[in-house]
């Protein structure tokens, strides 16, 4: 039997590899870099032509808006006109990722991009690269590994996202804080780093209280419940915290059904995070109350590290990308524009 | 020999007991005595459980609001799923695990109608019927795609829709390229939240709509009677007359139509659709329901009212675990813990304990025969296991009696009828 799923999870597995695009495009790239490299070509492609091999590991971009437009951004750059080989690879589980990162140093990558599923479980493949000769490049998420096993880490600081949100909140002066808080897939460091910060302050305030805490693992239809259930109960509550904004918006989709004003000015405030497209309108209509940007665009900052490391140079460690929070009480339409996702 | 041992035991031990076992042998008995319980808990930790109060929501309409009103509503698309799971499992043998999955093709599929290439349509691009009659177009055909690996090609049913189960969520990001649409207007709400003026939840009204179609179908055809009859002996079956392929592959379609409609309920709800995390997980609750309704997962006979019942007990859990706070991560482990009760529950060995309880209860709440008193002490030492030997030999008897009486319906039995 176990034979049978076995074969059946490797045909259907090789089938979407078939399928995906990318791996089209490898045996393209072969035979197009030869008549490329007589034409014009606006790429400065290194190694007398040689394109760059990555091995790209992400999570699945179906997971959120953002990490649809993360890898929109990661394919609109490694391509390639742009001087890069690169296979994509895509999972939402750490150890399926890691299965992917080995096949990758087999096929002999020069750089291994990482967005780790989870932070931890990295080590002993990471060694694997680096005896491989293959360099590693963090982006979007940090692991628990020593710093010398990867060249450098793009990484928006979770922690630091909080913080600001957090902030934020303590700006409104409310009379009192009674937070329900819908974490994402615990564990992650997104869920780490806007729990931690909002934990924080609850055990350092008085006046803060949280009402429920409850993951909805980036679910909007669990969040719904989730609001739903406290709503039934008959608690008090006057801020929704939710760790992204597909959960916000089932929190307010409950909201709604019970009749709780929510926005600015009204009963409770909504917050959520990654800054969807739709959301910012959201806050531009002051249906919620606040935003925290997750910058998904990290193609462009790999591209200038790999560029630096090709002509020698070392880079920083971490990198930290610019992150905004948004308020509905100030936000304007070119913010929806310029950073909704 | 065994019918007389029966028909003394009536007898003996009166009416009473028998009634008692007629309630606990019935297959509504278990889902009910589940409602019953979760509603007594909930009613210790606090009466205002039960509070229903008339509300407005936010777009000015009626609206029902409380826990069982909770209950009703989210538990819908599970009661929904749960007749199609129910009618697979009776003729296969065997469970959809892909149910989650072709909900997110479904519904991606009504969005793509619904939003067209546009992420954001300011207004809808299609009528909303016609979503859905596209929507179940897809969800039926892909419940074909199972019950034609399940019926023609006899491949396990786990293993088959296993298949839907792997590539089901990407093929849903690929109906609509990866985008996540949002669906404009108030009237698509409606199908997951109220319409105005009729303050109780549509889902409930959908659910209704669901049970009386299938009630109509296992009612005036003949699909109830051979389903039952594939499940229990498909070459007996076959050699009445039935086409057994042609009855799992009806099955399979069944629950496709079952799972566009709970598509439908599922993106209503938020207007939107998240390929990877809609409906996760719910092929295991679907199944959990028809187990909880007292169905044999094996197949054959079945059940179909207990398997709904099942569903809103499964709702009933939730909402209450997470009244009391429980992390919503650790609510699988809570459905484990009901999982591993039931099969403790129909295992044999723990029904012979039981059954013996029930006797030693009602011989010795009625001790006037001498006849009756030997089987009270017997039933009393197969309880306590503290019997004589002589004792002991009269208890296996008529432990064989109880269990023989008990699974006078199994499908052993019919088959070989």
Known sequence: MKKVVALIMASVFAFSLAGCKKSDDKKETKAESKTESKTESKAEEKKDGQLIKVGIINNDPNESGYRTANDADLQKMFTKENGYDASFSYSLKNEEQIQYAKTFIQNEVDYLLLSAADTAGWDSVLQDAKAAGVKVILFDRTIDADPSLYEASIVSDMNKEGETAVNWLAGQNLPEYNVIHIQGVMGSAAQQGR?????????????????????????????????QSVIDSGEKFNVIYAENDDMAKGAVAALDAAGISHGVGKDVVVMGFDCNKWALEELLKKNWNYDGQCNPFQASYIDSIIKDIEAGKTPEKTIIMEEKGFDAATIKQEDVDNYGI | MDKKKIEANKKGSGNAASLIKRITGNQLFIPIMAIVLLALINLIAGPSFFRVKLINNNDGNPQFSGSLITILDYGSELA???????????????????????????????????????????????????????????????????????????????????????????????????????????????????????????????????????????????????????????????LNGINPILIKFLAFVILGLCVAVAALIKVSRISSINYNVIAKDIEMDAILAVALGGNALSGGKFNMWASILGAYVIQFLTTTLYRFHIQSDALAAYKAVVVILLVLFSAPKVREVISGLIKKIFSGSKGNNGKKTLTALAAAGAAEGAGTDAFDEVSVSEDAVSTSEEESDSKKEEAVQ
Request: proline fraction near 4%.
């Open chain 1, 195 to 227: 729990s931690g910060a909002l934990d924080k302050k609850v055990a350092a305030e008085g006046n803060w209280k949280i009402v429920k805490q409850q993951t909805a693992e980036w679910n909007a239809e669990k969040a719904q419940q989730i609001v």
């Open chain 2, 80 to 238: 929904i799923l749960a007749i199609g799971m129910t009618l697979v499992t009776a003729a296969s043998g065997g469970q959809d695990i892909s149910v989650g999955a072709t909900i997110a093709i479904a519904g991606s599929a009504m969005l793509r109608i619904l939003c067209g290439s546009n992420q954001h349509p300011e207004t809808l691009k299609a009528p909303i019927i016609v979503a859905f009659l596209v929507a179940c177009l897809v969800g039926m055909l892909c419940g074909a795609f199972n019950g034609a690996l399940v019926a023609i090609f006899k491949i396990q049913p786990m293993i088959a829709t296993l298949i839907m189960f792997t590539a089901g969520r990407s093929i849903a990001a690929w109906i609509n390229s990866n985008r996540l649409p949002i669906v404009p207007g108030k009237e698509f709400k409606y199908f997951g939240g109220v319409i105005p003026g009729i303050p109780i939840p549509t889902t409930v009204f959908i659910v209704i709509i669901c049970i009386i179609a299938i009630a109509l179908a296992l009612k005036f055809t003949n699909l109830g009677l051979y389903t039952q009859a594939v499940g229990i002996n498909e070459k007996s079956a076959r």
